[in-house]
């Protein structure tokens, strides 16, 4: 037991030191949607040092879904962590403020939320350009 331990603990010193000294680590992230990619964006801008790799099982710039929805919250999240692809992301947007429920006839509407809509396969595209650009992903 004391054995498995002292191995676990170096393991873990290895990976936090690879981060520390800059040499980047493997990422391996499953799955190339908007989170797969913008998570190897971020990844690959905290550390350029890091090797990232995205596996998703379609071709690049095909997709399936419909449209993507965001808070103006989220949109300032985006605008935080990297600025580039927010403002690419932001000039392919629809905005709204307004939501409008429909109900028994009765059309009920309120403002002042702040959200914004995107293709999925919109959104797609910039990123996985973005990340082309880049070269922060290799499939």
């Not at 331990?5 to 493997?26: F, P």
């Not at 391996?28 to 790799?53: N, S, W």
């Not at 379609?58 to 993507?68: E, H, I, Q």
């Not at 990340?131 to 992903?137: D, I, N, P, R």
Request: charged share 25%; aromatic share 8%.
């Amino acid at each position: 037991m004391q054995r498995r331990r002292d191995r676990t603990n170096i393991t873990s010193q290895l990976k936090y030191s690879a981060l520390i000294d800059g040499s980047g680590v493997n990422i391996v992230c499953i799955g190339g949607g908007p989170a797969g990619l913008y998570f190897a964006l971020l990844m690959k801008q905290r550390d350029p040092g890091h090797r990232i790799t995205v596996v998703e099982r379609n071709r690049p710039y095909d997709t399936f879904g419909w449209g993507v929805v965001f808070s103006d919250q989220t949109l300032g999240n985006l605008k935080e962590a990297d600025a580039p692809t927010a403002e690419e992301i932001l000039t392919a947007f629809n905005h709204w403020d307004d939501i409008e429920v429909n109900i028994r006839g009765r059309k009920i509407r309120s403002s002042g939320h702040g959200f914004c809509g995107i293709g999925r396969k919109r959104l797609l595209n910039i990123l996985q350009a973005r990340c082309e650009a880049l070269s922060k992903v290799v499939a």
